[in-house]
């Protein structure tokens, strides 16, 4: 299957039709000045959605400023975004313009904006309304005028009965709501992005082609890790290939069933082996054999992992979305586990 020309909107590439449609939403939203809060699975191409809103809007021309909101204390994520003046903590040697100011006249995207701090949400939210606000060490309110968007891949709405998110911001950021599906509920997108990333990292190799055998590979794979891992697996097999044709083999996607029944362990997780009965109901479908190889890779690498934190990181999803998947497993029959 040789590299072709990819259908591409700006440079979003898709083949799907869940995609097509959320680009003719996506297109109407950015012609207007409303906040969207794109939801969605870690690694399904929320900020390449954030992208082509700005560039198909009337602030196409101004900055687009991307901030990624989680990992960071409460001080550096306000550093961040109000900016500073000089003098204005230990260490401010010199004035600093934050993201609030630099997005003046363009778009601001918060990703992972559920983890902004509480009362960093407060400080926003005021933000939103005021359509001013007051860097530190400074006393002086600097007016700004950027369009908003926000992404996330929590339950917002669960997060603020928790209170961990205020409804008044929820509100704010969520009046046009876009909600990526996860890459294998979109399957009509998968060879195109592969061809796609052949195509970006030819630097790495000269591999231009996929063969039958990757192509079923990649068709018939869970990708848990969405469009990131897909990425990653182009790359890595770009790397051992000799030659110009990826196969199945390169890709590194077959994962060994259980031959026998064994019992995994990995911290407070306890591994049943796939009865008789589960692995009966996978000698189908496509979308059976997609479950049964993301169950092979969840107890695979937690049992190769020293926490579930460290598992998620490695799979290219949420700790969140792990724990969500582990119940789904259980509900099936497939693991016992305590979580």
């Not at 100011?101 to 983890?115: I, K, M, N």
């Not at 007016?143 to 929590?154: S, V």
């Amino acid at each position: 299957m040789p590299i072709r020309e990819q259908t591409s909107v700006d440079e979003v590439v898709f083949g799907d039709p869940f995609t097509e449609q959320m680009l003719v939403l996506a297109s109407r939203v950015a012609r207007t000045e409303v906040t969207v809060l794109i939801g969605g699975p870690s690694g399904t191409g929320k900020e390449v959605l954030a992208r082509f809103i700005h560039q198909n809007s009337l602030r196409s021309g101004g900055r687009f400023i991307a901030f990624n909101c989680a990992c960071l204390p409460e001080s550096m994520v306000e550093d961040l975004l109000f900016g500073h003046e000089r003098g204005a903590f230990t260490g401010a040697v010199q004035r600093f313009e934050g993201f609030f100011a630099q997005a003046d006249g363009g778009t601001l995207f918060l990703d992972e904006v559920g983890e902004l701090p509480l009362a960093v949400q407060a400080k926003l939210l005021r933000v939103l309304q005021e359509r001013e606000f007051i860097p530190l060490g400074s006393t002086r309110p600097q007016k700004t005028n950027f369009r908003l968007l926000a992404a996330t891949n929590r339950n917002l709405k669960g997060d603020i009965q928790a209170g961990r998110f205020r409804e008044d911001l929820f509100y704010r950021l969520n009046i046009f709501p876009l909600v990526l599906k996860s890459l294998a509920e979109r399957p009509g997108d998968i060879l195109p992005l592969a061809n796609a990333m052949l195509l970006k990292h030819r630097h790495i190799s000269a591999a231009n082609e996929l063969d039958s055998s990757a192509v079923a590979a990649l068709q018939g794979y869970a990708w848990p890790g969405n469009v990131r891992e897909l990425e990653n697996v182009i790359q890595r097999a770009m790397v051992v290939v000799d030659g110009t044709v990826l196969s199945a083999s390169h890709l590194g996607l077959d994962l060994p069933l259980p031959a026998a029944a064994v019992a995994m362990r990995s911290a407070d997780l306890e591994f049943a082996p796939i009865t008789t009965a589960v692995a009966s109901r996978v000698d189908g479908s496509l979308a059976d054999r997609r479950a049964e190889q993301e169950a092979e890779l969840i107890m695979a690498t937690l049992r190769d992992s020293p926490t579930k934190t460290a598992a998620a990181a490695r799979l290219g999803i949420s700790e969140r979305t792990l724990r969500y998947k582990l119940a789904r497993l259980r509900d099936h029959g497939l693991m016992v586990a305590n979580v």
